[in-house]
Nanobody, 125 residues
Framework: QVQLIESGGGLVQAGGSLRLSCAAS????????MGWFRQGPGKEREFVAA????????YYADSVLGRFTISRDNAKDTVYLQMNSLKPEDTAVYYCAADSNYSGNYYQANKYDYWGQGTQVTVSS
């Protein structure tokens, strides 16, 4: 079992920045593809960004491309989501997710085996 713990959420004004972190409880983190998803008020959970186990490939939703950057530090068992130029429509609970099977579509939630509890991001206008 892997525990994922997100941090870094909060309240920010439109145009501001936040960096989310997701720490994994196991040293096998290096073997996992990782993703970030979000769920806004009254909306379904949606894909935000993903990164392959070695950091060699990254994937982004069109809505965040050019504003968000996903990265990982395998030495620290942590994945990050740097969010710049935030907009009110980015308001959501952000979840990190891990896939230990190297299978499935990075953009789809069913690829991922483990999920964090989520961290709230609120962007005021």
């Amino acid at each position: 079992q892997v525990q994922l713990i997100e941090s870094g959420g909060g309240l920010v004004q439109a145009g501001g920045s936040l960096r989310l972190s997701c720490a994994a409880s196991r040293r096998t983190f290096i073997r996992y593809d990782m993703g970030w998803f979000r769920q806004g008020p009254g909306k379904e959970r949606e894909f935000v960004a993903a990164i392959s186990w070695n950091g060699g490939s990254t994937y982004y939703a069109d809505s965040v491309l050019g504003r968000f950057t996903i990265s990982r530090d395998n030495a620290k068992d942590t994945v990050y989501l740097q969010m710049n130029s935030l907009k009110p429509e980015d308001t959501a609970v952000y979840y990190c997710a891990a896939d230990s099977n190297y299978s499935g579509n990075y953009y789809q939630a069913n690829k991922y085996d483990y999920w964090g509890q989520g961290t709230q991001v609120t962007v005021s206008s």
